[in-house]
């Protein structure tokens, strides 16, 4: 394959094209990363695996398929995806040279580091004396808001933090820094109703499992944390070369959250997004994830800590396409846990309390969604 040679200048107008890149993914997300692009770089076309997309145009550009990468000259594939690790090694499966490979996401994570930076807020910055501590992934993570809680509270949940991880942060925080945590009387675990069918580190968003391991130590089924970290070193290369701001830890990135209303289909976005989420059947994975909130709880109840298992709020478009079998497979274990165990559970997935204006996607709030359902749950918490 011919490659377009960096020191070979283009004239777009009147910007000079030193880089010439293909942009695999066309949600959203691509949208952040083409505008963090410089202006001497050119975006060839966008690839995509959904066919339905193919010869589409986003930006004026071209929608192909992966199997048509073949036919241009590029510098860089720019994976502007979260599905950032699946992508990558179907790129790598397909023959393209890892150097020319930008894992934006995971760059984006690695270079900010955003678990390590929240644990040191809260051990070196944060003065209040915690009294609740809230866990989930990306559900809780927007949408419980610490500073509308009528008690002190910090947010340790992340995007697509699952409950091996939940468990860990606040064993690490009990343990190890007791003198903030010693005021801490309940913990929120928020789950979603695939929790239990949910592993981090096996999926596609294991890459993120290095954010947790400097300061767990702790890597779970995930073998390459080497791996992630040489990525890192030849996207920070890249990421130079193409992206604004490079004086920037952030790279001048900006977390613009949507709002339902901005989709066009919503029926549609929900039920390719509960699909997604329900294509999942792993007994092996259900059945260590009960044993690892067996030992969340188990922990709590050493501490003399209340726990409050919170399902968050879905708009219909997604939860009236949710799986009934995965569904009813998590009732079946938080009633069999509720037998066994004392916490408190309040569950608002199908609860017609919110409108479309209070989601930010079909399966999440946003910001004025979060701070109306945590102003719920100050009312609904036994807080005795």
């Known amino acids: 394959m011919v490659r377009l040679l960096r020191k070979k200048h283009i004239h777009k107008g009147m910007v000079i094209v030193l880089y010439k890149v293909l942009m695999f993914g066309t949600e959203k997300s691509s949208n952040i ?6 202006d001497d770089v050119e975006i060839l076309a966008y690839i995509d695996n959904d066919k339905n997309k193919w010869g589409s145009r986003k930006n004026d550009k071209i929608i192909l398929g992966p199997h048509e990468i073949g036919c241009f000259e590029y510098d860089y594939i720019v994976i502007g995806d979260h599905f950032n690790t699946d992508i990558c090694e179907q790129l790598l499966n397909i023959g393209i040279d890892k ?4 894992q934006y996401y995971l760059f984006l994570d690695n270079n900010l580091n955003y678990y390590k930076w929240k644990i040191s807020d809260f051990v070196l910055k944060y003065r209040a004396k915690a009294e609740v501590l809230n866990t989930g992934m990306f559900y809780s993570w927007v949408g419980f ?3 509308a809680c009528i008690k002190k509270a910090f947010n340790f949940a992340f995007s697509s933090q699952d409950l091996f991880y939940d468990y860990l942060t606040v064993k690490y925080l009990l343990k190890n820094w007791p003198e903030k ?3 801490v009387r309940y913990v929120f675990i928020g789950l979603s109703y695939y929790s239990f069918q949910y592993d981090m580190s096996l999926s596609s968003m294991r890459h993120n499992v290095v954010l947790y391991y400097d300061i767990l130590k702790e890597a779970h089924h995930f073998d390459n944390i080497e791996g992630v970290y040489e990525d890192y070193a030849i996207n920070k290369e890249i990421a130079d070369k193409l992206l604004r701001n490079r004086d920037n830890r952030m790279y001048g990135f900006k977390w613009n959250m949507t709002n339902l209303d901005e989709y066009e289909d919503k029926w549609s976005v929900g039920k390719k997004q509960a699909e997604i989420d329900c294509n999942k059947d792993y007994p092996e994975t259900v059945a260590e994830n009960i044993e690892i909130f067996q030992k969340y709880l188990e922990l709590l109840k050493d501490y003399s800590i209340k726990p409050i298992v919170v399902v968050y709020p879905a708009s219909k ?4 396409n949710f799986s009934e079998k995965i569904e009813q497979e998590f009732h079946g274990i938080i009633n069999e846990m509720r037998e066994r165990y004392n916490f408190q559970y309040l569950d608002y997935f199908r609860k017609e309390l919110f409108n479309d204006e209070d ?3 079909v399966s999440y709030l946003n910001y004025y969604g979060a701070i109306k359902f945590t102003k719920l749950l ?3 918490m036994d807080w005795s």
């Not at 990363?33 to 410089?38: C, D, G």
């Not at 478009?317 to 009236?320: E, G, L």
Request: net charge negative; charged share 30%.
């Open 33 to 38: 990363v083409a505008s963090m692009l410089k």
């Open 99 to 102: 150097n020319e490979i930008f």
């Open 145 to 147: 808001k610490a500073d």
């Open 181 to 183: 945590t010693d005021e």
């Open 317 to 320: 478009y997604y939860y009236k």
């Open 359 to 361: 989601f930010g996607g």
């Open 378 to 380: 100050n009312e609904q």
